[in-house]
C-alpha cells in the first residue's frame, strides 16, 4: 500500500476491482449453452408425446372404436309409439259416465254462490262427500285400465288426486291462495283425458 495524498490510506483492493465491467447500454453477454437443459427438455417432449398416444390407445378388453353399440332395448320391448287407442276407447267409454256426474257435481258446487258466501260454504260438505264418492269409484276404473296410454293415465290420476287434496284441504269461508292453486292444477290436469277422448269421439 502506498500512502495518499493528505496522508490518508487507500482503500483494500477487492478481488473482482480489476475485473472489466460491461458498460452501462453495452451489448448482452452471450449465455453459455446448458446441455443438461436440451437433455430435460427432450425427456420432457418424449413424455408428452408418450402421454398423447395412450389418451388413443384402446384399453385391454375394451369394444374396438368402430364396434357399434349395442341397442339398449330388447326385441319386441315395447316403445313409446305404440298404438294405445283400442285401449283408450275402452277407458274414455268407462270413465265418460262418471265425468259427466262430476262435472254436475262441481258446476253445482261452484254455482251456489261466490266464495265465502253462506250459500258457497252451506254446499261445501255435499260437494266433499260427493267427490271422495266419485274418487272412490273412478279409481277402481283407472286401476282396471293398465293397458291405456300413460299420458291418458297420468293426467286421469292427477285430476282425481288434485280434487281429493282440493276437497280435503278447503274450509268455509273467503278462497285461500292454495285452494285457487289446487283446482287450477285440477283443470290442467283434466284437458289431459278431456284430449285423449275427444281425439276419439267420446265427450261427456
Given at each position: 500500500?502506498?500512502?495518499?495524498?493528505?496522508?490518508?490510506?487507500?482503500?483494500?483492493?477487492?478481488?473482482?476491482?480489476?475485473?472489466?465491467?460491461?458498460?452501462?447500454?453495452?451489448?448482452?453477454?452471450?449465455?453459455?449453452?446448458?446441455?443438461?437443459?436440451?437433455?430435460?427438455?427432450?425427456?420432457?417432449?418424449?413424455?408428452?408425446?408418450?402421454?398423447?398416444?395412450?389418451?388413443?390407445?384402446?384399453?385391454?378388453?375394451s369394444a374396438?372404436?368402430?364396434?357399434?353399440?349395442a341397442s339398449?332395448?330388447?326385441?319386441?320391448?315395447?316403445?313409446?309409439?305404440?298404438?294405445?287407442?283400442?285401449?283408450?276407447?275402452?277407458?274414455?267409454?268407462?270413465?265418460?259416465?262418471?265425468?259427466?256426474?262430476?262435472d254436475r257435481?262441481?258446476?253445482?258446487?261452484?254455482?251456489?254462490?261466490?266464495?265465502?258466501?253462506?250459500?258457497?260454504?252451506?254446499?261445501?260438505?255435499?260437494?266433499?262427500?260427493?267427490?271422495?264418492?266419485?274418487?272412490?269409484?273412478?279409481?277402481?276404473?283407472?286401476?282396471?285400465?293398465?293397458?291405456?296410454?300413460?299420458?291418458?293415465?297420468?293426467?286421469?290420476?292427477?285430476?282425481?288426486?288434485?280434487?281429493?287434496?282440493?276437497?280435503?284441504?278447503?274450509?268455509?269461508?273467503?278462497?285461500?291462495?292454495?285452494?285457487?292453486?289446487?283446482?287450477?292444477?285440477?283443470?290442467?290436469?283434466?284437458?289431459?283425458?278431456?284430449?285423449?277422448?275427444?281425439?276419439?269421439?267420446?265427450?261427456?
Amino acid at each position: 500500500m502506498h500512502p495518499q495524498q493528505g496522508g490518508g490510506i487507500s482503500p483494500p483492493q477487492h478481488p473482482w476491482a480489476s475485473l472489466p465491467q460491461q458498460p452501462a447500454g453495452g451489448p448482452p453477454q452471450r449465455p453459455r449453452f446448458s446441455w443438461l437443459a436440451l437433455v430435460a427438455t427432450v425427456i420432457a417432449v418424449a413424455a408428452l408425446v408418450v402421454g398423447v398416444i395412450g389418451l388413443f390407445r384402446p384399453t385391454a378388453g375394451s369394444a374396438p372404436a368402430s364396434a357399434p353399440a349395442a341397442s339398449s332395448t330388447s326385441a319386441g320391448a315395447p316403445t313409446s309409439s305404440a298404438d294405445t287407442s283400442a285401449a283408450d276407447r275402452a277407458l274414455c267409454n268407462a270413465i265418460a259416465p262418471l265425468m259427466t256426474d262430476y262435472d254436475r257435481a262441481s258446476n253445482d258446487w261452484t254455482g251456489s254462490g261466490p266464495p265465502g258466501t253462506p250459500t258457497r260454504d252451506a254446499a261445501l260438505p255435499k260437494y266433499r262427500s260427493d267427490t271422495e264418492d266419485w274418487a272412490g269409484r273412478i279409481q277402481v276404473v283407472l286401476d282396471a285400465h293398465q293397458d291405456a296410454g300413460a299420458f291418458f293415465r297420468r293426467t286421469l290420476q292427477r285430476f282425481i288426486d288434485d280434487r281429493v287434496l282440493l276437497v280435503h284441504n278447503i274450509r268455509q269461508g273467503p278462497s285461500q291462495p292454495y285452494d285457487d292453486e289446487a283446482w287450477a292444477d285440477s283443470m290442467t290436469a283434466y284437458g289431459g283425458p278431456l284430449y285423449v277422448c275427444g281425439k276419439l269421439g267420446i265427450n261427456w
